[in-house]
DNA sequence: ATGAAAGCGCTAACAA
DNA sequence: TTGTTAGCGCTTTCAT
């Protein structure tokens, strides 16, 4: 494989020069510019972007963590991401965080192979996402909360789109209202299931534990969750499942079992995902700005390059999404 | 930020002990290791990826280069992708080719950053595919054909796939039926009109050029396409759409309309898209065997890494998915 | 078991 | 405008 030196050599140039001319500096003068050219073309030369990295010590690039390639993932959330990226002049690569520990997400993490990293992995410990970020290497999480010096939280405001969904579904005059929940590691579960108890709690609803169940984000979980509730001696008038995902597998359970949405039980998810308008029922839901997140996390990441002082925490906020899986409740 | 000469200094060992000792080699002593170890938590040492990726001359890492990160990717191809590759010890990230020449796809592709890539992108173009698979860089394609040394062709049956779908149509007694295309510049498009056209002739339909309408694979072409078709004086019988993505579109457009589906007009796609089954009504598709594809692309690139000798073509077959979007035509 | 030193391919300060 | 050279941070051969 040709090197600098070697189209250095075949142009009759120093190698500083040919850095210069395939670098288009204007040091060096047309013609050598263009006898350079010649000889990288003919030795079909590419330059290794490690070492100029390496030299310059810093990558332009920016790292996406996401805990599957392949996931569901917010599209719109990388959209935002990629825009701001792009727009910087930076490069954006996503990489995955299966594998744990030696993943190539920690591999990016941790070897300077990027400028900085946002991360939307919950199979990242909170331990190595702390221990990464260093100066000069900001971080942005958009899936926990923590506090750190290099580390910058963005959050969509799950208390109160857990609180709107619950309302939402009260105000349908339903009162025994089920939490088909996420992981319990989950921050964001724990805050919307916050949310869900604090409307309960507005409206003089008792909580009752019995109508809490776990699942894990999974549409699978959800299905399960809804077959565990459905096995129980009584239905509730309604369920909120802590994500669209296990509402989509909720549906399915309740459909096998012919109990009508929103006929009989009304059913509300969180995320709007794509898929949620394309269900049947239409799925209500909680939408969050994920554009917005995907934007404002590179934006921070700019900024701190940059050298300015930036907050380290932001929240935005969630918005109730009315479609037809939710239903005034006729007192029987 | 402290380097490997930091570490060595404060552990007051040379640096390559410190770095035999950091990357556990056994010609060290386990003392020595643990006070390299002690030295290196101390200065919150990281290693550099880059300076050790140049001096070994291989990254172990393969690209995958889509052209939008936040695009409908097939997961299932990722998924496929992903488990070959981290099987093997590789790590592997993806990039996006948007912004052409200048696009991170181009500079991992161009760079050595990377010992390997596979490219499902259309706005790549073949001319730098082409030039920039190299020795030692082999590149997979799965969204063209290319004749090169380094370059590897794995494609699905399209032209079958086209005809499966015409013939599912035909045998359902509709013979005035509408193609609508993705891009001109598309192979794949190509061979599915093919495939289209080999099934009109086979069961002597004569080909109507009013019948095929040019989108571009978006949901939005789709609908477009539908719009203009539905302003034509006359429907046909059935409409087989390049790709789910504009059939969705093209649902929509429909429904806006009036024209039941599949009572009115039946409806075929191509890809079977996760949503496809949702879509009201459940979409009839052509299925590509997208996990086989992305697991045999990789498999591809270790073999050539591994300097085996292996085929540079590659062909998939695809299925028939029936839904409920294709009907018998009563004849009126 | 450990150290000295060469060098991966590039950039940039400095000299000419 | 062009050339010489140091060095980015690491691995690894060779000597000790």
Chains 1, 2 share one sequence.
Request: with cysteine.
């Amino acid at each position: 494989m040709a090197t600098i030196k070697d189209v250095a050599k075949l142009a009759g140039v120093a190698v500083s020069t040919a850095s210069y001319a395939l670098n288009n500096s204007d040091k060096v003068s047309q013609t050598t510019k263009e006898k350079v050219a010649a000889a990288a073309k003919s030795l079909n030369y590419r330059k290794n972007g490690l070492a100029s990295d390496l030299k310059r010590t810093n990558t332009n690039t920016i790292a996406l963590i996401l805990s599957d390639l392949s996931g569901p993932y917010y599209s719109e959330l990388i959209q935002g991401v990629q825009d701001v990226t792009t727009a910087n002049g930076f490069d954006l690569i996503a990489c995955s965080s299966i594998g744990g520990a030696d993943s190539t997400a920690v591999k990016f993490l941790q070897e300077k192979r990027v400028d900085g990293a946002i991360i939307l992995a919950h199979n990242i410990s909170d331990e190595v996402t702390v221990q990464s970020a260093r100066k000069g290497f900001p971080l942005v999480v958009l899936d926990r909360n923590l506090d750190s010096s290099f580390i910058y939280n963005i959050e969509v405001d799950n208390i109160h789109g857990g609180y709107l969904a619950t309302e939402h579904l009260i105000q349908h005059d339903h009162s025994e209202i089920a939490y088909v929940s996420g992981p319990y590691n989950s921050h964001d579960n724990q805050l919307r299931f916050q949310g869900y108890l604090d409307a309960l709690k507005d409206y003089n609803i008792p909580y009752k534990s019995k109508w809490k169940i776990i699942g894990d984000f999974t549409r699978e979980s959800g299905y399960r969750a809804t077959k565990m509730l459905i096995a129980q001696r009584q239905l509730p008038h309604a369920i909120f499942y802590a994500n669209d995902e296990m509402a989509i597998g909720g549906l399915e359970a309740l459909r096998e079992n012919d109990i009508s949405v929103p006929n009989d039980l009304s059913v509300i998810g969180f995320d709007d995902i794509q898929l949620a308008e394309y269900v049947s029922p239409p799925l209500s839901t909680i939408k969050q700005p994920k554009y917005e997140a995907g934007s404002l996390a590179v934006h921070v990441i700019f900024q701190v390059l940059a050298g300015e002082k930036v907050d380290h925490q932001y929240t935005l906020s969630t918005e109730l999404v009315k479609r037809q899986s939710v239903m005034q409740r006729t007192i029987s």
